[in-house]
């Protein structure tokens, strides 16, 4: 099992950038692919990006391409997401999550474990 912590959220302006942590416990943090999903008030959870186990594949939600960088550090058995040029549309609680699986998952259901959340707010 994994337990999953984020980190990271606040209150930025529209065009600043930020950076989510998601610290991850136990001893196979090499074993789990990891993502980053987000919902905003009013609407369903939607993928962000995901990294794979090894990390040499990555994946972005077309709406975040180019200003969001998806990172995992192993010795930290942490998971990064730099946000940069962040716009209001960026607002949302930001989860992010471990599947068992291999490859790129980009499906809320290809996970078994979730954090519990940190908002991100981007004032216009």
């Known amino acids: 099992q994994v337990q999953l912590v984020e980190s990271g959220g606040g209150l930025v302006q529209a065009g600043g950038s930020l950076r989510l942590s998601c610290a991850a416990s136990?001893?196979?943090?090499?074993?789990?692919?990891m993502g980053w999903f987000r919902q905003a008030p009013g609407k369903e959870r939607e993928f962000v990006a995901t990294?794979?186990?090894?990390?040499?594949?990555?994946a972005y939600a077309d709406s975040v391409k180019g200003r969001f960088t998806i990172s995992r550090d192993y010795a930290k058995k942490v998971v990064y997401l730099q946000m940069n040029s962040l716009k209001p549309e960026d607002t949302a609680v930001y989860s992010c999550?471990?599947?068992?699986?291999?490859?790129?998952?980009?499906?809320?259901?290809?996970?078994?474990?979730w954090g519990q959340g940190t908002q991100v707010t981007v004032s216009s």
């Open positions: 999550a471990a599947s068992a699986r291999s490859g790129v998952l980009r499906m809320s259901s290809s996970y078994g474990y």
């Open positions: 136990g001893r196979t943090f090499s074993s789990y692919g």
């Open positions: 990294i794979s186990r090894t990390g040499s594949s990555t």
